[in-house]
T-cell receptor, first 116, second 111 residues
């Protein structure tokens, strides 16, 4: 178990640019989640995948945000035309949902995005 | 809607017990969690409790659940300076796919 891995750790971009983040979940986990955390707040749910299917998206996820999980393994989160309000820590988590029950979320160390 | 509330700060002396409290609104939550976050890092799962339990103990950690009052607490015995961090209470929503987090309690441990 190598844990959830996120890249890059930090991203600084100019307003209006596109950015893409990657998440590699724990290999046997079938669920993958994206959360956003701003300073002084807890993580806020953005979206989640069961295998390769994106099953739920938060209202926080505007049309500029898109997430994919091809082949049900790693996932990418893309933000187009970034705005200063997008500056936050983007956290990825994974869990196992199956006949044995549900495992808690296991988080990566996050990607900190700064939009200048 | 679904909400999780926590006090924002707690300061204790090294060696004392810390108690962090949390209230939530979704009475159908099945799993309730405590996570720890250190600066610049992701969230680390500390412990969790299923809704049909009242208490769970794990070494220095004790979780108490009062379902009637929708109140969850985390007690850390013999608090150490290394316990200084932000502690998040979280609950699994009724639909079973979204974990909802509080804003976190910052624990300061004075030597």
């Amino acid at each position: 178990d190598t844990g959830v891995s996120q890249n890059p750790r930090h991203k600084i971009t100019k307003r209006g640019q596109n950015v893409t983040f990657r998440c590699d979940p724990i290999s046997e986990h079938n669920r993958l989640y994206w959360y956003r955390q701003t300073l002084g707040q807890g993580p806020e749910f953005l979206t989640y995948f069961q295998n390769e299917a994106q099953l739920e998206k938060s209202r926080l996820l505007s049309d500029r945000f898109s997430a994919e999980r091809p082949k049900g393994s790693f996932s990418t989160l893309e933000i187009q035309r970034t705005e200063q309000g997008d500056s936050a820590m983007y956290l990825c988590a994974s869990s196992l949902e199956g006949g044995q029950g549900r495992s808690p979320l296991h988080f990566g160390n996050g990607t900190r995005l700064t939009v200048t | 809607g679904e909400d999780v509330e926590q006090s924002l700060f707690l300061s204790v002396r090294e060696g004392d017990s810390s108690v962090i409290n949390c209230t939530y609104t979704d009475s159908s939550s099945t799993y309730l969690y405590w996570y720890k976050q250190e600066p610049g890092a992701g969230l680390q799962l500390l412990t969790y409790i299923f809704s049909n339990m009242d208490m769970k103990q794990d070494q220095r950690l004790t979780v108490l659940l009062n379902k009637k009052d929708k109140h969850l607490s985390l007690r850390i015995a013999d608090t150490q300076t290394g316990d200084s961090a932000i502690y998040f209470c979280a609950v699994l929503n009724t639909g079973g796919f979204k974990t909802i987090f509080g804003a976190g309690t910052r624990l300061f441990v004075k030597a």
